[in-house]
């Protein structure tokens, strides 16, 4: 399982953050070395929009969401 902070914005860049989230998401596992493979960071991006959108924060066409480093 991996776990990614994503902060989401509106899309006008403001410095404010609207919401902030932690996403855990699955990795594929590889049989051949018994581990994970890393998810894309997109994918923890697109969750963190489909939760602020499902809690009403936004549409969206109105955020943003960027994965911390």
């Known amino acids: 399982m991996m ?3 994503v902060d989401v914005f509106t899309n006008d860049w403001s410095p404010e953050i609207v919401w ?4 855990s998401i699955e990795g594929i596992v590889n049989p051949i070395d ?3 493979d890393e998810v894309d960071l ?3 991006e697109l ?3 489909r939760l602020a959108q499902d ?3 936004g549409d969206a066409g109105s955020l943003i ?3 911390r480093e």
């Open 55 to 57: 809690e009403g924060r």
């Open 34 to 36: 018994l581990n994970q």
């Open 42 to 44: 997109r994918a923890f």
């Open 65 to 67: 969401a960027k994965v």
């Open 3 to 5: 776990k990614r902070i």
């Open 20 to 23: 902030t989230y932690i996403i």
């Open 47 to 49: 969750e963190a929009l």
